[in-house]
């Protein structure tokens, strides 16, 4: 009896051993693969070139196009994703009835829900040709359709997030500023937006996270062509994007083509990583707790 | 009422007005998006759409591979992600709640769900496609994904089992059963619920990703149906991606028609998630 309670406590350690074993994976596959690939190209031209070309003749291997591509595309996602997705949260929590909430919040959710390809599709075929008629000077893939579309996709990440954090103020904050007069938006800018401010940046993060390592939605609508610009009308490429075209393409095992797409992803999952631990910090030691 | 007080009202009305609008653009833009795909795919939907193999010509086009990779890769990540996940979630919850394993463990899960999912494609692709040798199998493309839904399932079942109250499990080892005992009588059924709501949410991440699967190496033309867990494959969502980039517009149907497939199977296991967390969430009132 004893022994078979033991077994069982091991096997189930065991299973949550794999997810320890799983980023032990990650950080060594990515390290060891860009460790190859900084021996042939020095890590300065790496971040000073200008020029992102390992799959031409003319091999120049400056991460920087990437980097802004995938910034941009990011900014514009944020600037759509942060006042639609906070707004809703202050609605849904200081002035839509309760059944109202009920109904839209899993309607919202959905958004998150739809598969990202889905949302390339949409991106490249319905709202670059609607934008075009605005903007005539904008190209076929461009990084201001992927970076609306990507906005829409993350808004439920910010308003849902940003609502529990909202919910979690204590009622008697909300009926004091009341009992001083306040209005509702007062209340809600200047009483229940900053006594939850810690949770409302984590969402904030959290969605700039999701937006930097988004891949389909940017690889259909964005463009293949890395360049060094904050345009958003041209064509441009962003990290994923480069990892997925040369996972479609014919690039020999071990060459140097092959070995960018570990010094792009570790770009990639350094930039990620740093966000969602300063996220985790902030929820740690600014979390106001109301008992 | 004095005048900076009635500006204020009006300032809240405005506001009102303009989080009324906020909230129906995301619905909007949600409702756009299912009209413009129904409006260019529906009609493309027929038995031989379903049951075509891929071919050059789109109106010949079917998406049966796409259907029977899915189908093979949905089953594997199932075998292989839902015992981990849940053992791992009963782990950290009723053995390790205390010790600092438990907390790295913790924080290592949180870091995990906010790796890019391509990230998992590259790990993927380097120590099951390469190094265990599986080749741009079924099996490699079902590891990457169980990897990839793992945190979602532990994290569910966590928050299922912190629901069960104390008093059952007291009054389970007031009865002599043990520790496992108390687990697999008690707790288990009683969080069920909540996990099976975990586990479909992350069955239906796993049949919408494309990209980690695209890095291992799923090919994007397969002209059999796969037969085994060693077979190439392809999956609806690059299916999808493939005859997105195509130049001729029949291929832009085609998308079309595969993704009012593709969303059918999401929208499903959505709708039998919120069901199922709903009908648990009254039901699990103590």
Same mark, same amino acid.
């Given at each position: 009896?004893?022994?078979?309670?033991?077994?069982?406590?091991?096997?189930?350690?065991?299973?949550?051993?794999?997810?320890?074993?799983?980023?032990?994976?990650?950080?060594?596959?990515?390290?060891?693969?860009?460790?190859?690939?900084?021996?042939?190209?020095?890590?300065?031209?790496?971040?000073?070139?200008?020029?992102?070309?390992?799959?031409?003749?003319?091999?120049?291997?400056?991460?920087?196009?990437? %980097?802004?591509?995938?910034?941009?595309?990011?900014?514009?996602?944020?600037?759509?994703?942060?006042?639609?997705?906070?707004?809703?949260?202050?609605?849904?929590?200081?002035?839509?009835?309760?059944?109202?909430?009920?109904? +839209?919040?899993?309607?919202?959710?959905?958004?998150?829900?739809?598969?990202?390809?889905?949302?390339?599709?949409?991106?490249?075929?319905? %709202?670059? &040709?609607? @934008?075009?008629?605005?903007?005539?000077? @904008?190209?076929?893939?461009?990084?201001?359709?992927?970076?609306? +579309?990507?906005?829409?996709?993350?808004?439920?990440?910010?308003?849902?997030?940003?609502?529990?954090?909202?919910?979690?103020?204590?009622?008697?904050?909300?009926?004091?500023?009341?009992?001083?007069?306040?209005?509702? @938006?007062?209340?809600?800018?200047?009483?229940?937006?900053?006594?939850?401010?810690?949770?409302?940046? +984590?969402?904030?993060?959290?969605?700039?996270?999701?937006?930097?390592?988004?891949?389909?939605?940017?690889?259909?609508?964005?463009?293949?062509?890395?360049?060094?610009?904050?345009?958003?009308? %041209? &064509?441009?490429?962003?990290?994923?994007?480069?990892?997925?075209?040369?996972?479609?393409?014919?690039? &020999?095992?071990?060459?140097?083509?092959?070995?960018?797409?570990?010094?792009?992803?570790?770009?990639?999952?350094?930039?990620?990583?740093?966000?969602?631990?300063?996220?985790?910090?902030?929820?740690?030691?600014?979390?106001?707790?109301?008992? | 009422?004095?005048?900076?007080?009635? *500006? *204020?009202?009006?300032?809240?009305?405005?506001?009102?007005?303009?989080?009324?609008?906020?909230?129906?653009?995301?619905?909007? $833009?949600?409702?756009?998006?299912?009209?413009?795909?129904?409006?260019?795919?529906? !009609?493309?939907?027929?038995? *031989?759409?379903?049951?075509?193999?891929?071919?050059?010509?789109?109106?010949?086009?079917?998406?049966?591979?796409?259907?029977?990779?899915?189908?093979?890769?949905?089953?594997?990540?199932?075998?292989?992600?839902?015992?981990?996940?849940?053992?791992?979630?009963?782990?950290?919850?009723?053995?390790?709640?205390?010790?600092?394993?438990?907390?790295?463990?913790?924080?290592?899960?949180?870091?995990?769900?906010?790796?890019?999912?391509?990230?998992?494609?590259?790990?993927?692709?380097?120590?099951?496609?390469?190094?265990?040798?599986?080749?741009?199998?079924?099996?490699?493309?079902?590891?990457?994904?169980?990897?990839? $839904?793992?945190?979602?399932?532990?994290?569910?079942?966590?928050?299922?089992? =912190?629901?069960?109250? =104390?008093?059952?499990?007291?009054?389970?080892?007031?009865?002599?059963?043990?520790?496992?005992?108390?687990?697999?009588?008690?707790?288990?059924?009683?969080?069920?619920?909540?996990?099976?709501?975990?586990?479909?949410?992350?069955?239906?991440?796993?049949?919408?990703?494309?990209?980690?699967?695209?890095?291992?190496?799923?090919?994007?033309?397969?002209?059999?149906?796969?037969?085994?867990?060693?077979?190439?494959? !392809?999956?609806?969502?690059?299916?999808?991606?493939?005859?997105?980039?195509?130049?001729?517009?029949?291929?832009?149907?085609?998308?079309?028609?595969?993704?009012? $497939?593709?969303?059918?199977?999401?929208?499903?296991?959505?709708?039998?998630?919120?069901?199922?967390? *709903?009908?648990?969430?009254? =039901?699990? =009132?103590?």
């Amino acid at each position: 009896m004893k022994i078979k309670e033991k077994i069982i406590e091991a096997i189930l350690f065991l299973c949550s051993f794999i997810t320890i074993l799983t980023t032990v994976g990650i950080i060594f596959v990515l390290a060891s693969e860009s460790y190859l690939f900084f021996k042939e190209v020095s890590i300065i031209d790496f971040f000073t070139d200008t020029q992102w070309t390992p799959l031409f003749a003319q091999k120049r291997f400056g991460i920087l196009p990437l %980097v802004t591509g995938t910034l941009l595309t990011t900014l514009i996602a944020v600037s759509v994703a942060i006042p639609v997705g906070l707004t809703i949260a202050i609605y849904l929590n200081e002035y839509a009835p309760k059944r109202f909430t009920l109904v +839209v919040k899993p309607l919202l959710e959905i958004l998150a829900a739809v598969p990202t390809v889905v949302y390339g599709f949409f991106a490249l075929l319905f %709202v670059t &040709p609607l @934008l075009q008629k605005f903007i005539p000077d @904008l190209a076929g893939f461009n990084a201001l359709s992927a970076g609306l +579309v990507m906005g829409v996709m993350i808004i439920p990440y910010v308003s849902s997030l940003s609502e529990d954090a909202l919910r979690a103020v204590p009622n008697s904050l909300r009926e004091a500023a009341y009992g001083m007069g306040s209005t509702k @938006l007062q209340t809600a800018f200047r009483v229940m937006v900053p006594a939850a401010s810690s949770g409302i940046i +984590v969402s904030i993060i959290l969605a700039i996270s999701r937006a930097v390592g988004e891949t389909m939605i940017v690889a259909i609508a964005a463009g293949q062509e890395p360049r060094l610009t904050m345009n958003p009308l %041209v &064509p441009i490429e962003t990290i994923t994007t480069y990892i997925v075209q040369v996972s479609l393409g014919d690039v &020999p095992q071990d060459s140097i083509e092959y070995r960018t797409i570990f010094a792009a992803g570790i770009t990639l999952f350094v930039f990620t990583f740093l966000l969602n631990n300063i996220s985790f910090y902030i929820k740690r030691k600014y979390q106001e707790k109301y008992e | 009422m004095s005048n900076a007080s009635r *500006n *204020n009202r009006i300032k809240d009305q405005i506001f009102k007005i303009f989080a009324i609008g906020c909230t129906f653009f995301g619905l909007l $833009v949600l409702a756009v998006l299912l009209g413009d795909i129904l409006y260019r795919g529906f !009609t493309r939907i027929d038995w *031989n759409f379903i049951t075509d193999l891929p071919s050059r010509i789109p109106r010949r086009a079917g998406i049966l591979t796409a259907l029977f990779g899915m189908i093979w890769v949905l089953v594997l990540t199932i075998l292989i992600s839902f015992p981990l996940g849940i053992g791992a979630g009963i782990y950290l919850e009723e053995y390790g709640v205390k010790n600092r394993f438990a907390r790295i463990v913790e924080l290592n899960i949180a870091n995990l769900a906010g790796v890019p999912s391509i990230i998992y494609g590259i790990l993927g692709l380097q120590v099951f496609v390469r190094l265990a040798n599986l080749g741009n199998s079924i099996l490699a493309g079902s590891l990457t994904l169980s990897l990839l $839904v793992l945190p979602i399932i532990i994290v569910s079942t966590r928050e299922a089992i =912190k629901a069960v109250p =104390k008093s059952l499990r007291e009054g389970s080892y007031a009865m002599g059963a043990s520790k496992w005992q108390t687990i697999s009588n008690i707790v288990l059924p009683a969080s069920f619920g909540g996990i099976i709501t975990g586990l479909i949410l992350a069955m239906s991440r796993a049949i919408g990703e494309t990209a980690p699967l695209i890095v291992v190496g799923a090919l994007v033309y397969v002209p059999f149906i796969p037969n085994g867990p060693m077979d190439e494959f !392809t999956v609806l969502p690059i299916q999808i991606f493939n005859w997105v980039t195509r130049p001729q517009s029949g291929f832009i149907i085609n998308a079309a028609a595969a993704i009012i $497939v593709l969303l059918s199977f999401t929208f499903m296991m959505n709708i039998v998630a919120v069901y199922l967390r *709903n009908r648990w969430s009254k =039901k699990m =009132k103590f």
